[in-house]
């Protein structure tokens, strides 16, 4: 970084290329414990390697993955949402309350979905229009979310959602490939676009950086946050539909728990929690590592409350690591 | 003639591309007052956080009553007896103005429970000494203003027996009463033997309270002596390097139509009936006393600020400005003070700060497009003599004056009409300077019109056409910068001085 | 006078008398001084554990994890007095409480020494402390029948009319009162909060503060770990799920702003009342408990706007409106 004087200056557009930078990169070293991972799981279990057993796992980590591509976006913002296990909770509610007026499944869908999306607008309204902290409001939210479930649910359940409902939780498109895991790899191209290819992707990671410096570049720092909470919404909407679809009924306990979750393959696939910086590439191993850790535990008969413990304690150490390196790296210069 | 109470020896101090402080020297004589003259980046207030604990130096000896000592905490200095008034006002809004002045060290009752009458008590006695008797001991700080509260910082610098005081810049937010009581205080400390630092700009001040000066220019020491003995020129001259008089480029342009006509402006409490013309070509002049509202109103120019009214045109059309989205639309563009706050993103790479206002030119469809983004990029960075290894690396990596190059190229790329410079040159070294100044002149030789905030009245006089002088939120008065218009001039209209005394 | 009706508490004091007496409109009974003594044991622990939270919130960090610390260290009281009834309960008490600090040092030790944010280190051990009670009870819970009298008895005796509870709660309300306005940590507490630059400059090691706050959150959990398991006589994988946000919630209706620095006992008191109040009033006025999720809910965003609206920053006053408030 130094001043090279006198001649005048023809400055490099990069000093190491994209492939080297993708190569030392999180998500790189995160495909690694992937696929060590993967090994073990062969290991661990006869039964791993069989494409039905391979096809099994992907559903561990598929809903929560489309729901961690959204708030990917959101946490390098510098806003999170602790709502969205609530907002499948209330997606789902509306789809069984629909059901008992006989409605058909591409409406139940759309009811999931624009559910979805009215809670992340009104997450991202009290937010942006009120400036209101994203912590609080959504633990907010999040409690009254899931409590309009239980008013309406009390300890009742809806069932007897229409067979074709079915596909979108338990169809396979092609032999083992289901249907989940198709909608995952599209949604997560998706996401990959628009965080790293699209000016909209740019002024998150500007937002995220300096919220105040990007307002001041003319970024629209509020309606970019509205719309990112909005997306929130809808992709839980849309994993409501598909959890709903899957387990073929609605509790209003559905998907407890399931924001920690989702925020632990966030911060896992490299996101920082204080906004700024993330790929989508990691978030999508994120979701492979997650899925392997819980099915290959699963397989060795670890109850899940154990599972909890490996990954409350690698989002820690995943964390800490790079903050210990950059310590140690400090302390030798 | 005493030994230094204090002395400073060859204290080094960089930060990552800047090198703030490079083995300087200062020595303090108790019951005497010696002033620290430099230029805005010059490194004072860098010296300043190593004599009190706050950073700590790379290199270099540190004495005290010829015991060498080291600060591994501000509470370390705090022990030593060094305090500090620091130039931002570094208190607590949600406390009370007592506890803000005791903090740290309040008087203790029975069972080692903080005495709240007791430290209630003790500062009133403090504010009533330094003559701020106006300002109630227990309401919350963030109901003070802000002159107040620099009041209050002097109450809490002196909250302590300490042998050295120091005084960074302690007269920039007060009015000429409370400026007064302030000198009145410090000859009173002088008196019970105690050193001081006192730093300003102010030659006035200067003369008028210290005994000795010390000059540092670009984070070294370049003269010390005793004052008595040396002309002003001289001392200018040492801050300034090489010569005295600042060159600024001269430019001939022609001043043209009015480009932005600006009429009752007004904010509920920041800033009241501003009224101004830009010309195309012209670089009109901000003078004002820190805090003075031309910040504020430039931002709400700028569309920062919502609930103004007033009307605004702009090549004779009416805008009014929502956003900066809104402002960048219509050719305006503002270049703000914090640089590191509000101008560069510093942890994304340069070519991203430079392009991000200017996106919708390089993309496609709202789809990037890398290599338009590096060519814009490229262009402005070498107009601009950007200096960096890359255009990848992170704005953060660069020194103070690269980093301000990145905020002027991401708005050149816009194509503006009007540029607003809010203190361009603040703590940025000297050949930036330059290079600013002179791409200023560039700028209006291109037809842009260019509002230039300054509180440096060389800069002032040197680049603009017309100064207009803001006070308390309120216009004073427009100049028109000829031969006859002196610093004195503006000095006394930003600080009202001529109306008190008629 | 002016300051009192800007007071957040001295509302919230009203709102939480109001909800008693409209209530004992419907049910008369409610407002007695024996139903007004159930409702404050039954909000206990809950002021106790609000404290704690509002010690670390106001250092501008937040503790996701203390219902599962709760519930580890209530765990690991339980089984000590399974396997070893002889050993007096004030033992355990303390047991409970050194088991709590333990946890609640651990999380601020990664948060000053590592620097990893307060929220991820305690969504982290909020899994870790609850996957490892089912660890150190091999999956079993401890029912009633294991636990010695003198356990259960601990939280129940009264004195002048009001459980032991009550009066642990009681003491630790007036011991945070001294600790947050008459001690040099519990100011340094709230200097952090308002301006850790300024903290910096007062000499505060913000580190340091802010591992002390999660001893505070950390042993308070522990203390009420004790209390939980003795007060519903059980010890589980599942006490207290979830609990962790009713804390907040508490907290945040108190008044206590998530950014850091506001925030006082009083309000965290009135606050895990305001809750207290409603669980009790709701079945009373006949509203199914199913509807007491969604109106917490409710409460919370609706304090979260009060105080932000009444927080607001207060606008830099450049023009001479009027002289200084004096």
Known sequence: MTDTTTQPRQIADRLTSPLH??????????????????????????????????????????????????????????????????????????????????????????????????????????????????????????????????????????????????????????????FEFVLFVIVALAYYVVLHRTNFGRHVFAIGNNPVAAQFSGVRVARVKFLLFCLVG??????????????????????????????????????????????????????????????????????????????????IIVIALPILANKVRESRA | MSEPLLRLSKITKTFPGVRALHAVDLELYPGEVTALIGENGAGKSTLV??????????????????????????????????????????????????????????????????????????????????????????????????ANKHLVAVARALSVEADVVIMDEPTA?????????????????????????????????????????????????????????TQQSQIVEMMVGRSVEQVFPSRAVEIGPPVLNVKGFSHPTEFADIEFDLHKGEVLGFYGLVGAGRSEVMQALFGMTPSTSGTITSNGQVISPKSPADAIKAGIVYLPEERGKQGVILDLPIFQNISLPSLSQTSRNGFLRMAQEFELARNYASRLDLRAASLSQHAGTLSGGNQQKVVIAKWLAIQPNIIILDEPTKGIDIGSKAAVHTFMGELVEQGLSVIMVSSEIPEILGMSDRVVVMREGRLAEVFDNDKSLTAEALIRCAAGIGEQAA | MKAITRNHEFWLAIVVMSMILATALRSPGFASPEKLAVIFNDSSMLIILALGQMVVILTRSIDLSMASNLALSGMIVALVNAAYPEIPVPALMLLATLCGLCLGAFNGALIWWIGIPSIVVTLGTLTIYRGSIFLIAGGKWVNADRFSEDFVQYTRIEFLGLPALSWYALAIVIGFFVLMTRTTLGRSIYAVGVNPNAALYAGINIGRTQFVAFCFS??????????????????????????????????????????GGVGTVAGAVFGALFLGVMSNALPVIGVSPFWQMAISGAAIILAVIINASSQKKSRRLILRLDQDAS
């Open chain 1, 21 to 178: 930078d993708a190569v030392y990169s999180w998500p790189t070293l995160l495909l690694f414990v992937a696929v060590g991972l993967f090994v073990l799981n062969t290991f661990a279990s006869p039964y791993f390697l069989s494409p039905w057993a391979l096809s099994d796992a992907t559903f561990n980590f598929t809903e929560k993955a489309i729901i961690a591509f959204a708030m990917a976006l959101l946490i390098i913002s510098g806003e999170i949402d602790l709502s969205v296990a609530a907002i499948i909770a209330l997606s789902s509610t509306m789809m069984g309350l629909a059901l008992q007026f006989g409605v058909d499944t591409p409406t139940l869908v759309l009811i999931g979905s624009l559910t979805g999306v009215a809670c992340g607008a009104f997450n991202g309204l009290l937010v942006t229009g009120l400036g209101l902290p994203s912590i609080v409001v959504t633990i907010g939210t999040m409690s009254f979310f899931r409590g309009i479930s239980f008013m309406i649910l009390g300890d009742k359940a809806f069932n007897g959602y229409p067979p074709s409902f079915a596909y979108f939780g338990q169809g396979y498109v092609w032999w083992v490939i289901s």
């Open chain 1, 234 to 315: 809808l992709m839980s909407g849309i994993a409501a539909v598909l959890l709903t679809s899957r387990l073929g009924s609605t509790r209003p306990s559905i998907a407890q728990g399931w924001e920690l979750e989702v925020i632990t393959m966030v911060v896992l696939g490299g996101v920082a929690i204080l906004g700024g910086s993330g790929t989508i590439q990691g978030v999508f191993v994120a979701a492979f590592v997650m899925g392997l850790i819980s099915f290959g535990l699963g397989l060795l008969n670890v109850p899940g409350i154990v599972m909890s413990i490996f990954i409350g304690g690698l989002l």
């Open chain 2, 49 to 146: 956080k190593a004599m009190t604990g706050i950073y700590q130096p790379d290199d270099g000896e540190i004495f005290f009553a010829g015991r060498k000592v080291t600060m591994p905490t501000p509470h370390a200095a705090f022990q030593l007896g060094i305090t500090a008034i620091h130039q931002e006002t570094v208190l607590f809004d949600e406390l009370t103005v007592a506890e803000n002045i005791f903090l740290g060290h309040s008087p203790k009752g029975r069972f080692n429970l903080i005495d709240w009458p007791k430290m209630n008590a003790n500062a009133r006695l403090l504010l009533d000494d330094i003559g701020a008797s106006h300002i109630a001991a227990d309401i919350r700080l963030k109901d003070v203003s802000i």
């Open chain 2, 173 to 229: 937010a007060l009015s000429h009463k409370e400026i007064e009581d302030l000198f009145s205080l410090v000859e009173k400390l002088k008196s019970d033997g105690k050193a001081i630092l006192f730093i300003s700009h102010k030659f006035d001040e200067i003369y008028r309270l210290a005994d000795r000066y010390t000059v540092f220019r670009d984070g070294e020491m370049v003269g010390n002596g005793v004052l008595a003995d």
């Open chain 3, 218 to 259: 950390g042993a308070l959990s522990g203390f009420c770990g004790y209390l939980w398991v003795s007060r519903y006589v059980i010890g589980s994988v599942e006490v207290a799920k979830g609990y962790e946000l009713t804390i907040v919630a508490a907290c945040v209706i108190g008044g206590i702003s998530i950014a």
